[in-house]
């Protein structure tokens, strides 16, 4: 009976800890080919390892893929062989600071700018 792969685990910035001990090998994604990683893999074979479910939008908003209920288990290290592709927030402070009236007449001031990007990680030792 062939070996089962290890699942892959998708993170977030407040779950890059599992990154810790071993040698890791890392490389940035466009959504494109994060959604290519992620459509090869059945629902039952990915962990969610977030609970920020923005992150969970930002997947099928921004990355593409289609709505699947993935399993959620908090996991502490990644095993030799495993696979993982971190949904990553960059904020910046915004330059400026425009108000907007929301829905409900209260002045909303920006003050971030929000980027996301990918990153495909594999441990390999």
């Given amino acids: 009976m062939p070996e089962k792969k290890e699942p892959l685990l998708l993170l977030d910035n407040s779950t890059m800890y599992v990154v810790g001990a071993g040698d890791y090998h890392s490389t940035n994604l466009s959504f494109e080919e994060a959604k290519a990683i992620i459509d090869m893999y059945e629902t039952e074979d990915i962990l969610r390892c977030f609970t920020d479910r923005s992150i969970e939008d930002v997947l099928h908003e921004y990355v593409g893929i289609e709505r699947r209920d993935f399993a959620y288990k908090p996991v502490r290290k990644m095993r030799v062989g495993q696979d993982a592709i971190a949904i990553k927030l960059y904020v910046t402070k915004s330059e400026t600071q425009p108000e907007v009236e929301t829905e409900d007449g209260v002045a909303a001031k920006k003050i971030q700018n929000i980027y996301v990007y ?7 030792s």
């Fill in 118 to 124: 990918c990153q495909y990680i594999t441990r390999v």
